[in-house]
């Protein structure tokens, strides 16, 4: 290396020395130079710990929902964390087969934790959420199990559960083909009843009915329910569930007439790669008749199809559960991106230093504020509205066991469109983290770009977002149809107050006028009130309402995100009126509340705007109000992230480590590359010596 190679070098250094002042001798492998290390065990951002205004492990407990639900949750982290058995820093750059056969190994290393200390299924849902690596594990328990529990009759569960919990049976939730994933009624694998034999005729008949995507089909699973036509005497019954064996208990062969495989690699180094999405085609395979799963409809042995009082609608049961559970996985996943540009904007510096002093942290700029402080408070706002979402599922879930059906369709709206939002939000919120982080953000260590990679197909599986915002629309369309003769209840009751909602304009006059619940609530409900009436009057202008639906599409998706944007907002401010103990913590959380509230205000002032419920001057205030409370986040900021109880091994982040020793990590990281085992390049001497080495024939190159 060069003199002017060594002086780059030392500049870099003596720049990692002002930054962090403890670092001693850091060894440059590879350029001869004897660096000074740095210390191990200091935390570097003790001073930002330091500045907290709030109980942080009463924070904790509020994130999590109850001193148990933390200490479950804090347990099952260290026990990953402290097995090196769930080591993943070189997941990205393991090939496909590997990674595969590193995701079984580890699957089974966590069944036999489970089994062995005895695990309950919520300590090993937290197990598997801490492996941190998608598993066909996630659909066996997440979708197949569900399946079964919410469209079996009592014998099938009597008969299929015991084997699917005990893992002796692996199955997945096969719907989607190759030619159709939204429109579940367009879907063409044929289930064909045969009276003479009692059974089903499992059949593909084209190749767009090749099962496609379902997650532990391609090498995992024995078993699948899998969604099918039901013929029955030549006619058409509508799409059900049926429970499919695939391959040998044996030897894991295809069993005859089945033709399963992986459908390739997907977005991104490791991520969704450690997932076996699969393709599935049956020639003519037969199971018995019991395994349709037949709590919705039932064939009898004469071939006549019984239908139960329970509405057909439950066959999607299983997405409204799955959808829950997604929404709850959203603030996991966004407040991981966020705690870790928090704590790296802490410990970066740039620009601003006077006399030789340290740089400005670039978490003290209005600009890093006004992207990362929205994205924390989205975390909250998140993790609140998904704690709000399992008690409705739950008590969807009793309803119907009691043959209560009336909240279904809410339930469906609410889980379609929160999912939808949320993960749309989450997904950008990831990319904006890294984009928060810099350069050193876009590097694999940063933990952000894998995290992205797994995270944005949530935008498309279990139903497209806009295809999913469309199903709220149809809901929000029906209730104004309705409001002359029946009262709307729960999410949409807003709707029963209408004609104030489009009358009464907002009386904020100050900016301190925003820092009032019922004046934000209000602003919300009445930009969604006035959104839904406005596409029901246009709707009304069209003969054929489907046409109309379909004309309006883009404007219904805007009313379904106002009104999923209207239940967050409601829900954190519900919560805000519980009692949430610990110093500081429901003040802060307040804040955060306000932040979330009028960060959507302002972005979405347009609406606000063109519905006439604001002024330009009041959505100004209410962007002054922003950037005051921006000011109150700051020194509460680290703390706010550590809350989420996040182990360093879960964060799987150099830049967003507890301690924030970035550099020496992220220094010590590049040397662990394989590129650099050796100092000449593999292929050197084949493709770039006689490059260098050419004799070059025309001279005026
Ligand atoms: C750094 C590394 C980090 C690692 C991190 C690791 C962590 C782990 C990470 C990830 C693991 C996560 C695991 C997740 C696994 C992914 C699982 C994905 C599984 C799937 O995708 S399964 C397939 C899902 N498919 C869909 O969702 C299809 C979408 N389509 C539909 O839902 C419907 O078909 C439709 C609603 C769009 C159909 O519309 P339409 O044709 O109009 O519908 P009809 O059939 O006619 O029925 C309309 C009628 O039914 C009502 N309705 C519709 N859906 C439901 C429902 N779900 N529940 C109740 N009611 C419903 C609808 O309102 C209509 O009612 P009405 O007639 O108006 O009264
Ligand atoms: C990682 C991953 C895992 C998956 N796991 C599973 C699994 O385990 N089991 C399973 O069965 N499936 C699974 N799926 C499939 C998934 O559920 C579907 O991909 C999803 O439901 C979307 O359907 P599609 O692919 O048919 O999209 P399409 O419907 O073809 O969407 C394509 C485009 O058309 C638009 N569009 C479609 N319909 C309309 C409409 N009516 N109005 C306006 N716009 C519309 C969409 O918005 C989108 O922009 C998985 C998918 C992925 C990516």
Redesign the pocket.
Known sequence: MGLSGISLLTTTYSLILQHQSLLLCLRAKGFGLDLKKDMEGVDYLSDERKKAQFDVEAMKIAWAGSLEAFQLSDRMAKLVANDPAFEKFTRPMLGRKELIKNTLRKAAHGWKLIVDLRLTEEEAKWLRLYIDE?AYTD?HWG?FIPAIEGQGTEEQKKKWLPLAKKMQIIG??????L?????VQGLETTATFDPQTDEFIMHSPTLTSS???????GKASTHAVV?ARLIVGGEFHGVHGFIVQLRSLDDHSPLPGVTVGDIGM?FGNGA?NT?D?GVLRFDHVRIPRDQMLMRVSQVTREGKIMQSDVPRQLIYGTMVYVRQTIVADASKALSRAVCIATRYSAIRRQFGSRNGGPETQVIDYKTQQSRLFPLLASAYAFRFVGEWLKWLYTDVKERLAANDFSTLPEAHACTAGLKSLTTSFTADGIEECRKLCGGHGYLVSSGLPELFAVYI??C????????LL?QVARFLVKTVSELGYKKPVGTTAYMGRVASLMQNNCAVQTAEGWLNPGAVVEAFESRAARMAVRCGQQLAKYENPEEGF?EL?ADLVEASIAHCQLIVVSKFIEKLQQDIPGKGVKQTLEVLCYVYALFLLHKHQGDFLATGYLTPKQASLANDQLRTLYSKVRPNAITLVDSFNYTDHYLGSILGRYDGNVYPKLYEAAWKDPLNDSDVVDGFYEYVQPILKQKLRTAKL
């Open positions: 998608p659909l979708m997945c939730y096969a719907q989607t083909e030619g159709h994933g939204s429109n099962k496609w995507w379902p997650g532990g089909l969604y997907k969704y997932m999405n197909p949530a498309t599986y279990e139903g497209d977002n806009v295809v469309l379909a599409s």
